[in-house]
């Protein structure tokens, strides 16, 4: 069974980074053409990307956030970890992980999501 | 980027009856094109990629079609528990994957 599970703080204040792991079980980052992505969602708002994770550890960011956003992964820890700087209360979020397998391409497996609040 | 532009925004429909919702892609997709649902406090499900093929365990009544920049989302019979909130995604050359806004069903 494929699950995945975010963690982290439901709160950070205003310039603070705020750190992000991704546990997943099920399946390996190893395999080719599987990746782990990063996705949010604002309250009431739509989904938007944030970084991915593939299996070469190839990363890639949503442009408009680079600056701020690093992932990494621990194939050994079966973890995809997620930082992004300089918080904002604009950053307040539910935080997703969700795998990308090359048999779909598309975003199959999530994980329940984490709210995190960025206020002071 | 590739925007992708869903319609109606709200749709309300009966229970039983069919529900059909539009995705556009500013540029083409192919039939990299899938489909989530979401409910409230969950997270989106999978229930369409390429298109047009159901993913695990999704029910019949789910279909896809389309290519290129139009898509559809048909639901041939609603059931009380699809009325929910659906964004279509493409990842076509992906990164960067984009969601469109979201429909809302809803029932009338």
């Known amino acids: 069974q494929v699950t995945l599970k975010e963690s982290g703080p439901a709160m950070v204040k205003p310039t603070q980074t705020l750190t992000l792991t991704c546990t997943f079980s099920?399946?390996?980052?190893?395999?080719?053409?599987?990746?782990v992505i990063w996705i949010r969602q604002p309250p009431g708002k739509a989904l938007e990307w944030l970084a991915l994770?593939?299996?070469?550890?190839?990363?890639y960011y949503n442009k408009s956030l680079k600056t701020r956003l690093t992932i990494s992964g621990d194939t050994s820890e079966s973890q995809v970890v997620l930082t992004m700087t300089n918080m904002d209360p604009v950053d307040t979020a539910t935080y997703y992980c969700?795998?990308?397998?090359?048999?779909?391409?598309?975003?199959?497996?999530w994980g329940r999501g984490i709210m995190v609040t960025v206020s002071s | 980027e590739i925007v992708m532009t869903q319609s109606p925004a709200t749709l309300s429909v009966s229970p039983g009856e069919r529900a059909t919702l539009s995705c556009r892609a500013s540029?083409?997709?192919?039939?990299?094109l899938a489909w989530y649902q979401q409910k409230p406090g969950q997270a989106p499900r999978l229930l369409i990629y390429?298109?047009?093929t159901r993913a695990t365990d999704i029910p019949a009544r789910f279909s896809g079609s389309g290519s290129g920049a139009d898509f559809t989302l048909t639901i041939s019979s609603l059931q009380s528990e699809d009325f929910a909130l659906y964004y279509c995604?493409?990842?076509?050359?992906?990164?960067?994957?984009?969601f469109g806004q979201g429909t809302r069903l809803e029932i009338q």
């Open positions: 540029q083409s997709v192919g039939t990299n």
């Open positions: 099920g399946f390996s980052l190893s395999t080719s053409g599987m990746s």
């Open positions: 995604q493409q990842y076509n050359n992906w990164p960067p994957v984009t």
């Open positions: 969700a795998r990308i397998p090359l048999e779909s391409d598309a975003l199959d497996v």
């Open positions: 994770l593939d299996w070469r550890n190839d990363k």
């Open positions: 390429g298109a047009s």
